[in-house]
């Protein structure tokens, strides 16, 4: 009877492991990058192939460096990498998303330490750094040209980027903002990769649900967030200000809600917080849409309350079993 | 019942629970092993004082360690024989602790004559020194004195018995077995610990994985104001604090006893076992035991002597099958891993769980990706991963701040992490050192 372990209890494990929770993330992101490719064809594949690949390589490239286990088969650098696509414009060069993967990798996760340790979510760091450093190259966009279709992709603004420039240069909103709401939903409209097609992004988003892997409480509450405060704008001045579907479907609200927010490192572990998180991300994605500079502020606001993340879990801890209970404090 | 939500607590998760194994076998008498290993210390409390000798013949039931105070009972031979040796032996602790070892005679006499008595006839406090006497402590595992936990101070009134018949470890099924074959003894025990208790409020908890047994006991308290409870399958639910907050809605506050809230709980086992020593005048030397997992031939249920070898018990189940890699006395949420099948099986033994290598959970650990399935499942609302941390890192102030005190070491938080993080064993680690801080202090 040799080579029996002894260790204290449990002696079971549930068998989820962090490998297959990023993997069932990389899955539910296949119907969007599968809708990206239908829509730009192949500069979106490439882009998605560079991010990907970039993130990963760089991943190896540091753990080299830093003489730390190599850590890519735990996936969490390939969904860095499709993330990070997924937010890129799909007309951008090659080099934008290779640079964009250095940056998510080095900057966004490895300098504290890796999976794990970085308080901000990497593809949303790579894509801020991209935007402020390269504005023209991150904000210059085109309608979609599906396969097939022999339509040529032309340059143009995202809705929401129609829509602030309209509200600046006339203070009302443009003539056509509530058309094509159906294509909106599916993704036949102009912006990130990703971002577009919110049907294969709640297809994905559902499939974590019922994995398990994501609550309801960040997603939920960023968005009801979202379409209750611009709501409330829209009720007061509608000539101005979009409807909520509007707020919903165009830009990156469902993709930032459902997969960037939901990022667990870089997001609180207790219930409240989750709820207080969420609702921070969409204050301030509302603020920034309707009277900030940019016409998106998804990025910015998850950005923002990752960093309020340690505070919101240390004041949101839940009440320990019989604590408080009459008698006691 | 398929209509109304049953009752349980917040938290908690649903481990397989591999009870199909045994759940439909019959208890089995262990035949007598070749030699009887008892400790002197089987229960929460001071050991018992030896007071037979080598050499010495003793009855089945005789006393052979005596109570040293208070918190403490008596331990008794589980048969006729010879006492070969009274020495350390290898203990289910892991260490080597005072044993009287009985070489059996086969006659297996009781003593005589036995202390049966009429529970009706018996006051409260004659029922309690009997329970004492008799060794009875809780059988569901914690091993604490049951006269003890029967003798509130007279400022914590108790209205509310609880019998705790969850059975919610993976893999065991002794209760289980026990409420479907001994049902009447352990309704016996249930008046004698009303009488004891003055209560009117009695439940008996099962998870509903156990519908006959609902359904038998159900049956058999027709009639009386005893209440079966059918509660949701969730582990920890026989946990004792998450047990009464399920059904009376009580919480019992932070650091105090099921008492501050006036309840009592006691395991389905320990109930048959009062029975038993007031109406037979049988002290605890015998018990219900699974012994289950892949690595043993046949999975059984038995009904086993205190101090039998382990080896024993494999050898009567069949034997090993195929090389053991983890040896475990009780459930494998909470049970303890041991060094050999040399250990006796004790009054708290409710399972020998015997894992292969495939078992074994044996992956590498990785970072905390804060997914918060730790803080889901506690069930006493602990951030685990936080206080994991701390306790790492030796912060053993801002773990107790954390209130790692009110940890439940229910396992939970490890079973669910899947980057396989011992954060229960980090949290006992907490715990150790904050109760050795306080000490200093």
């Not at chain 1, 994905?204 to 609550?215: N, P, R, T």
């Not at chain 1, 979202?226 to 709501?231: A, D, E, K």
């Not at chain 2, 002794?174 to 352990?186: N, Q, W, Y």
């Not at chain 2, 008996?204 to 409870?229: F, H």
Request: include cysteine; charged fraction near 15%.
């Amino acid at each position: 009877m040799s080579g029996i372990y002894l260790s204290s209890s449990p002696h079971v494990h549930s068998g989820e492991t962090t490998d297959k929770v990023m993997r069932a993330v990389i899955y539910s992101l296949l119907p969007a990058c599968a809708v990206a490719i239908y829509f730009f064809g192949l500069p979106a594949l490439l882009i998605l192939i560079l991010c990907t690949g970039g993130c990963v390589a760089t991943e190896a490239v540091c753990n080299r460096l830093f003489k730390s286990k190599l850590s890519i088969a735990d996936g969490s650098a390939a969904l860095t990498g499709i993330l990070l696509a997924l937010n890129m414009p799909p007309n951008s060069p090659w080099w934008l998303s290779v640079l964009g993967a250095v940056i998510a990798i080095v900057i966004g996760k490895q300098v504290y330490g890796g999976l794990g340790y970085n308080p901000f979510n990497p593809a949303l760091v790579a894509r801020v750094v991209l935007l402020v450093s390269f504005p023209v190259h991150m904000t210059s966009w085109t309608t979609p040209a599906p396969l097939g279709s022999g339509i040529d992709a032309v340059t143009t603004a995202t809705p929401l980027g129609e829509w602030k420039t309209a509200v600046m240069l006339t203070g009302k909103l443009p003539e056509n903002i509530s058309a094509g709401m159906g294509d909106y939903f599916i993704g036949n409209m102009a912006g990130s990769l990703g971002e577009v097609s919110a049907l294969a992004l709640l297809l994905g988003a559902a499939y974590l649900f019922w994995k398990k892997i994501i609550s309801w409480h960040v997603p939920m509450t960023f968005v009801l967030t979202v379409v209750v405060f611009g709501g409330i704008f829209w009720l007061v001045d509608s000539s101005r200000y979009p409807n909520p579907l509007f707020h919903l479907l165009t830009g990156g609200l469902v993709l930032g809600a459902f997969y960037m927010a939901t990022d667990m490192v870089t997001s609180p572990v207790t219930t409240r917080g989750m709820i207080i998180f969420g609702f921070g991300c969409g204050v301030v994605t509302v603020l920034i849409r309707l009277f900030g500079g940019y016409p998106e502020g998804v990025s910015f606001a998850i950005l923002l309350m990752n960093a309020a993340t340690p505070l919101i879990d240390r004041y949101t801890r839940p009440r320990v079993f019989g604590t408080a209970v009459e008698g006691k404090s | 019942m398929a209509m109304t939500k049953l009752k349980t607590f917040p938290g908690g998760l649903h481990p397989a629970d591999n009870k199909q194994w045994t759940a439909s076998r019959s208890i089995e008498f262990v035949p007598l092993p070749d030699e009887l290993i008892i400790p002197l210390s089987q229960h929460i409390g001071a050991p018992a004082e030896v007071c037979v000798e080598v050499g010495a013949l003793v009855k089945k039931g005789e006393i052979i360690g005596k109570a040293k105070g208070f918190v403490s009972v008596p331990v008794h031979a589980s048969t006729s024989g010879e006492v070969v040796a009274v020495e350390p032996r290898l203990h289910p602790s892991g260490r080597p602790l005072l044993s009287v070892v009985i070489k059996p005679d086969g006659e297996d006499d009781w003593i005589d004559p036995l202390p049966q008595g009429d529970p009706d006839k018996l006051s409260a406090d004659e029922l309690k020194d009997r329970l004492r006497d008799a060794g009875i402590v809780g059988m569901g595992g914690a091993t604490f004195p049951a006269h003890v936990k029967l003798s509130p101070p007279e400022e914590k009134p108790i209205d509310t018995l609880i019998i705790n018949g969850v059975e919610c470890e993976p893999y065991l099924t002794a209760d289980h077995r026990l409420m479907l074959e001994e049902p009447e003894r352990i309704l016996q025990g249930v008046a004698i610990l009303r009488k004891i208790l003055t209560v009117d409020n009695i439940y008996i908890g099962i998870e509903v994985n156990k519908p006959d047994a609902i359904a038998l006991m159900t049956e058999k308290c027709a009639g009386t104001d005893v209440k079966v409870v059918p509660l949701e399958v969730k582990y920890p639910q026989g946990a004792e604090k998450q047990l009464i907050l399920a059904i009376t809605g009580r919480e019992v506050p932070s650091g105090g006893l099921p008492m501050e809230v006036g309840v009592v709980v006691q395991n389905v086992g320990t109930t048959a076992a009062v029975a038993d020593a007031v109406i037979n005048g049988y002290p605890l030397i015998e018990r219900v035991c699974t012994v289950t997992g892949s690595g043993i031939s046949e999975q059984k249920n038995l009904r086993i002597r205190v101090g039998t070898p382990l080896q024993h018990l494999v050898d009567f189940c069949g034997g090993l099958n195929g090389d053991p890699a983890k040896l475990i006395m009780g459930g494998p949420m909470m049970g303890m891993t041991q060094l050999s099948l040399d250990v006796p099986a004790t009054r708290g033994t409710s399972g020998l769980l015997i894992f292969g290598e495939d078992d074994i959970p044996l992956v590498e650990q990785g970072p905390c990706i804060r997914c918060a399935r730790c803080v889901k499942t506690c069930p006493a609302h602990l951030l685990p991963t936080t206080i994991a941390a701390y306790a790492r890192l030796e912060m053993i102030d801002e773990a107790e701040e954390y209130c790692a005190m009110d940890c439940i070491e229910c396992g939970c938080c490890s079973y669910s992490c899947p980057s396989f993080i011992p954060l229960v064993q980090s949290l006992r680690h907490a715990k150790a050192a904050i109760l050795e801080k306080r000490r200093k202090i």
